[in-house]
């Protein structure tokens, strides 16, 4: 039987979803750390629905920063929680405008200390928006789906990441992401998995299908993630 590693999972689910990638859209890295940051606890559908017209208003930092926070927070309301979200917009411009020459940083250290940014919309916005590998963004689908497989045991986002970089080569890190949470999306679904028709249903080791125990708990997504 084969073991399930990131670079097997890769194989099978890259035959799946061969264009596999982030879902949100964007022309430049400043759209796409807006919209990452709105994407927290929001669908990718969501968000492209709400950028479409506030990229069209919005187009430099200094756009965002000198609009009353009301306005803004009027703009991107029904991506959900909103007052956190405008503020760290605001405040993440405010600090692209004066430390990094009004460009979006180039480093998962700078990118770390902009407001509303951690590790997760970092590494999004590195391989996405400059093509630079430097972490796996682990989002509620990497969470469950990557626990569920058996790729990692651990329940922090943090230790989920490290254990995932270990087992991936470098350049496959995003690329694994994108793959769990595209499985995620359509088979390894938080409530109720598909696994009578998953690819992994024999070898996963929460496979309904091997073990179909109706009592058994399967690993959910996080509250945050
Ligand atoms: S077998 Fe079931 S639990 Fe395992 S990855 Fe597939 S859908 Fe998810």
Not at 16 to 40: G, H, K, M, R, W
Not at 57 to 66: A, I, N, R
Not at 73 to 85: A, F, L, V
Not at 120 to 134: E, P, R
Request: aromatic content about 6%; overall charge positive.
């Amino acid at each position: 039987m084969p073991r399930l590693t990131p670079p097997f999972v890769i194989k099978k689910l890259e035959k799946l979803y061969p264009y596999a990638d982030c879902s949100l859209d964007f022309t430049n890295p400043l759209e796409l750390l807006v919209a990452t940051i709105l994407s927290a606890q929001c669908t990718d559908k969501r968000v492209n629905i709400v950028t479409k017209s506030l990229f069209k208003k919005y187009k430099k930092p200094k756009d965002y920063v000198l609009v009353p926070i009301e306005e803004l927070e009027h703009d991107i309301h029904s991506c959900g929680t909103y007052h956190m979200k405008a503020k760290a917009i605001q405040e993440s411009c405010a600090r692209i405008i004066s430390e990094y020459n009004e460009k979006v940083p180039r480093s998962m250290d700078e990118l770390l200390t902009l407001r509303g940014v951690g590790r997760k919309t970092a590494a999004i916005v590195l391989s996405s928006a400059y093509g630079i590998i430097d972490g796996v963004p682990v989002d509620t689908h990497v969470f469950r789906v990557s626990r569920r497989l058996g790729l990692t045991k651990w329940e922090d986002q943090k230790r989920i990441e490290l254990d995932l970089m270990k087992k991936t080569p470098k350049k496959d890190w995003v690329h694994l992401a994108h793959l769990l949470v595209a499985h995620g999306r359509v088979v390894c679904i938080a409530r109720r998995p598909r696994c009578e028709i998953c690819v992994f249903k024999k070898i996963c080791p929460s496979s309904l299908i091997r073990s179909p125990n109706p009592k058994k708990t399967l690993v959910r997504s996080p509250k945050r993630a």
